[in-house]
Nanobody, 121 residues
Framework: QVQLVESGGGLVQAGGSLRLSCAAS????????VGWFRQAPGKEREFVAT????????YYADSVKGRFTISRDNAKNAVDLQMNNLKPEDTAVYYC??????????????WGQGTQVTVSS
C-alpha cells in the first residue's frame, strides 16, 4: 500500500503560479507512474499530467500544455506539478495518483485526498 498526500494548493490571482507536491508514504512509488487529475464542481475528474516511473516520459492535457510542468524526485519519493499562468478555469480540486502510465483515472490504483486550487479573475 502507498499513501499519497497532496500539498501546495491555495488561492491565486489569474496569471499567478502555484507548485503542488505529492508525497508518498508506506512504500516507495519510484516504480509507479504518477498522474495529476483535477475535478471542478459539477464536472467529471479530468486528466492534467502524468510522468513515467523514471521521469523519462511526460504527458499533458492540451488545456495545460506549455503552462504546467510535472517532475519527480524518486530519492525524495515526491512528484511536483508546477503551474504557471493560471487561469480561472484551472480552479478545481487537484489529485495525485500512482499506477500505470495513462491519461485514464482507472489506470491508477492509489489516490490522494486532493488539494484545492482556486484562481480568481
Amino acid at each position: 500500500q502507498v499513501q499519497l498526500v497532496e500539498s501546495g494548493g491555495g488561492l491565486v490571482q489569474a496569471g499567478g503560479s502555484l507548485r503542488l507536491s505529492c508525497a508518498a508514504s508506506g512504500r516507495t512509488f519510484s516504480t509507479d507512474a504518477v498522474g495529476w487529475f483535477r475535478q471542478a464542481p459539477g464536472k467529471e475528474r479530468e486528466f492534467v499530467a502524468t510522468i513515467s516511473w523514471n521521469g523519462g516520459s511526460t504527458y499533458y492535457a492540451d488545456s495545460v500544455k506549455g503552462r504546467f510542468t510535472i517532475s519527480r524526485d524518486n530519492a525524495k519519493n515526491a512528484v511536483d506539478l508546477q503551474m504557471n499562468n493560471l487561469k480561472p478555469e484551472d480552479t478545481a480540486v487537484y489529485y495525485c495518483a500512482a499506477g500505470q502510465l495513462s491519461m485514464r483515472p482507472r489506470a491508477y490504483d492509489y489516490w490522494g485526498q486532493g488539494t484545492q486550487v482556486t484562481v480568481s479573475s
